[in-house]
């Protein structure tokens, strides 16, 4: 598996002042997955890329040779590997790291069989109503919960990153949530 050294900030909940790191991601072999702290990511690693399991949106991309990382509105700290400074300040040309800036930290490995699983997994195990491909077969509490959930999502979710497709998923589980709460009523 290849690596590169990225800058991987958390958007979601956030605008431009999320949780920040600059670490070494490794790709799968297509890519299209990027591991890093423990986390597995969908996309190829210049833009938006979302986690695998939280569906949380991140941006990550290369890093800049003149250290602003950070979009221009942004603030706070970005997170170092602790185990890449070195490499970083040469990358950069830089002798030292402006610990105003920057905040040395252990990077967790990443466990990639265990998102193998998840993304390979059955509807029991993964629990992701996206891959649902009938809402019509799911009980009232079952849509109450995938209703809850959507809703999440939607609020979660970057317009770039699949919102037309919850927003769908959610109003037809709302649609058929008050169907079947309507046939129930005497």
């Known amino acids: 598996m290849k690596s590169e050294i990225k800058y991987i900030e958390l958007k979601s909940g956030y605008?431009?002042?999320?949780?920040?790191?600059?670490?070494?991601?490794?790709f799968s072999k297509t890519r299209q997955t990027i591991y890093f702290?423990?986390?597995?990511?969908k996309g190829n690693g210049h833009g938006?890329?979302?986690?695998?399991?939280?569906?949380?949106v991140y941006w990550v991309t290369g890093v800049k040779k003149n250290g602003e990382n950070r979009y221009w509105a942004g603030k706070g700290k970005i997170m170092i590997d602790r185990l890449l400074v070195n490499d970083y300040l040469k990358l950069k040309g830089w002798s030292c790291l402006d610990l105003n800036k920057y905040e040395l930290v252990d990077i967790e490995k990443t466990n990639k069989q265990r998102f193998v699983a998840i993304e390979?997994?059955?509807l029991e195990t993964v629990n992701d109503l996206d891959k649902y491909p009938d809402l019509k077969c799911l009980s009232i509490e079952e849509l109450k919960k995938a209703v809850e959930y959507l809703r999440k999502r939607e609020r979660d979710t970057n317009s770039n990153n699949g919102l037309k497709f919850i927003t769908v998923k959610k109003d037809e589980a709302e649609r058929l949530l008050e169907q079947l709460v309507a046939t129930l009523k005497p």
């Open 15 to 26: 605008h431009d002042d999320g949780p920040a790191w600059i670490g070494t991601v490794e």
């Open 37 to 41: 702290n423990g986390q597995a990511f």
């Open 48 to 56: 938006l890329c979302f986690d695998i399991e939280t569906k949380d």
């Open 120 to 122: 390979n997994g059955s």
